[in-house]
């Protein structure tokens, strides 16, 4: 007897022995399989790491590639992960890896029996929405819509770099990628391009951009086998935009039945993405505003890519459609605004309510009427004219205490005299002070001194048997203590004594009382 068979025998008795306990039939054959198996296992154990690691890697740089490509921010370093994809290998079914795999297959297969089933009543739903199984679909369509996105670029610049040798103008005359492809199953093999019908593929313009071009290019005729491998990727191409419309539609026609609200305020793309990345609608309910808006945040490093270029504390919501439609002044505030409603709509979404996605709608609203608002332009700052001024008399305070403040300081008449001039004439000069002093018209106008007029009325009253103390000497005549000053129109002022006036007035007096007794003209008085 061997050793196998030494082998084989410890081996059914140890079954055996488990059989007893368990009451299974022990199979030599399939221990002896699972024996193989094992070692098999171990000595690929190295080989399949470096494989897996490989499918991972080139997977996530894929994925990269499909963000970048949906949030419209392609870089230098994009560009040159495209290029070094593209050139690995010169067979398409070694570039297009998502488009050749069973996981694209199975995904389509299970989309199409989807949409033939009847549609899933959002109101029977009971307990995790996590549950159900287009819930589960909905996850794996856009996660693989997201890598179609990025095949679909290498697969374009595997295009180019096969067919420049034919027309390498076409790269600059025609940028859409599946506008290029089919431009390239239009012209085949033909060897004059300017003969070949691109209407209804470009428009008017670039076909007519295109033919001028193709008359001068230097491109040569393609051989049969390179013809082929390049036709070969122009359907590859367009079965994975094909593919990826599909996938599209499914998700935007399951996304309203598994997250109404969130739907209609985020968009069903950005929703899907937003629950992938969470992992699960009730983990992403969970998650406050603040965090919703940086989840999906790319991190370049992972693929080797600069993170120079990259928006910080930016993801899902700030390149959805609702942000990006914002001028990029108002995008960060737009991204603030719609993370918080997305919290809360998410979590309306969770418990399953507002099934008809009404309170989405409204918030959406809301956020539009925002925008609006934030949109309109500032009022123009407009030069106002200064106001008409009031030429008008102003109205002024006056009275009796006023007018004798005013009185204090207005000129007298003698200032206002040596003040003036007289044409032709020179004035006097005085000295005053040892200053020199012109005296104007003082001596040369006519008439008398105008006092102050006062009216009779708001003059001090004063008792009668002091009137004749308080009345004037003569008339044009100003006393001031034993001199007097009298203005005459012949000799102008003069210096009188007024004590000479009160003599004369009393010797007249006296005389009047003698001639009324003792007068030659007097009668004698009759007495009865």
Do not use: W
Request: glycine fraction near 6%; charged fraction near 30%; hydrophobic fraction near 35%.
């Amino acid at each position: 007897m061997s050793f196998d068979d030494d082998l084989l025998a410890d081996l059914n008795d140890l079954d055996d022995l488990d059989n007893e306990y368990s009451g299974e039939v022990a199979n030599p054959k399939t221990n002896l399989q699972d024996a193989d198996e094992l070692m098999n296992d171990s000595d690929l154990e190295d080989g399949g790491d470096n494989i897996n690691e490989n499918t991972s890697r080139e997977k996530r740089e894929i994925s990269a590639l499909g963000e970048a490509s949906s949030n419209g921010a392609i870089g230098e370093e994009h560009i040159a992960l495209i290029g070094r994809l593209a050139s690995r290998s010169s067979s398409i079914r070694s570039i297009a890896k998502v488009r050749y795999s069973n996981e694209l297959a199975l995904l389509l297969n299970n989309i199409a029996s989807s949409q033939n089933a009847i549609d899933i009543d959002r109101q029977t739903i009971i307990g995790r929405i996590e549950d159900s199984p287009d819930y589960q679909l909905v996850l794996q369509a856009n996660d693989i819509s997201t890598q179609i996105a990025g095949e679909v670029l290498v697969v374009h610049r595997f295009l180019v770099d096969h067919y420049k040798v034919r027309f390498p103008e076409l790269e600059t005359l025609v940028r859409n990628p599946i506008d290029y492809a089919r431009t390239i199953k239009a012209i085949g093999a033909a060897k004059d391009i300017t003969k070949v019908e691109l209407e209804g593929i470009l428009p008017n313009a670039t076909r007519m951009v295109v033919t001028v071009t193709a008359s001068t290019t230097v491109g040569r005729i393609l051989e049969t086998e390179e013809l082929q491998r390049i036709e070969e990727a122009c359907d590859c191409l367009l079965e994975l935009v094909d593919s990826k419309q599909r996938i599209v539609s499914f998700i935007e026609s399951r996304m309203p039945l598994i997250a109404p609200n969130l739907t209609a305020v985020v968009g069903s793309a950005a929703a899907a993405r937003l629950i992938v990345e969470a992992g699960g609608l009730t983990a992403l309910s969970k998650i406050p505003a603040c965090n919703i808006q940086v989840l999906g945040k790319t991190h370049h490093s992972s693929t080797g890519m600069s993170s120079l270029t990259t928006k910080k504390h930016v993801g899902i919501i700030y390149y959805s459609e609702a942000v990006r439609s914002v001028p990029e002044d108002f995008r960060n505030k737009m991204m603030r605004k719609l993370s918080a409603k997305c919290a809360l709509a998410v979590r309306i979404d969770a418990q399953h309510e507002s099934v008809d996605g009404s309170v989405g709608k409204k918030f959406r609203e809301e956020l539009d009427a925002q925008v609006e608002k934030l949109l309109v332009a500032a009022p123009t700052n407009e030069i106002k004219p200064l106001p008409i001024p009031d030429d008008g008399p102003k109205r002024r305070r006056g009275g009796r205490k006023v007018r004798k403040a005013r009185e204090q300081f207005m000129p007298s008449e003698l200032q206002k005299q040596r003040d003036r001039l007289q044409f032709g004439k020179f004035q006097e000069e005085v000295v005053v002070m040892d200053e020199m002093e012109g005296s104007g018209m003082l001596g040369h106008s006519m008439g008398r001194v105008r006092a102050t007029q006062m009216s009779n009325n708001k003059k001090p009253k004063v008792a009668k048997k002091y009137e004749k103390y308080m009345r004037a000497p003569t008339s044009g005549a100003v006393t001031s203590g034993l001199a007097s000053i009298a203005f005459t129109p012949t000799q102008g002022f003069e210096i009188a004594n007024p004590q000479s006036n009160s003599d004369e007035h009393k010797n007249k007096k006296a005389k009047t009382m003698h001639d009324r007794y003792f007068g030659s003209s007097t009668p004698f008085l009759k007495k009865q």
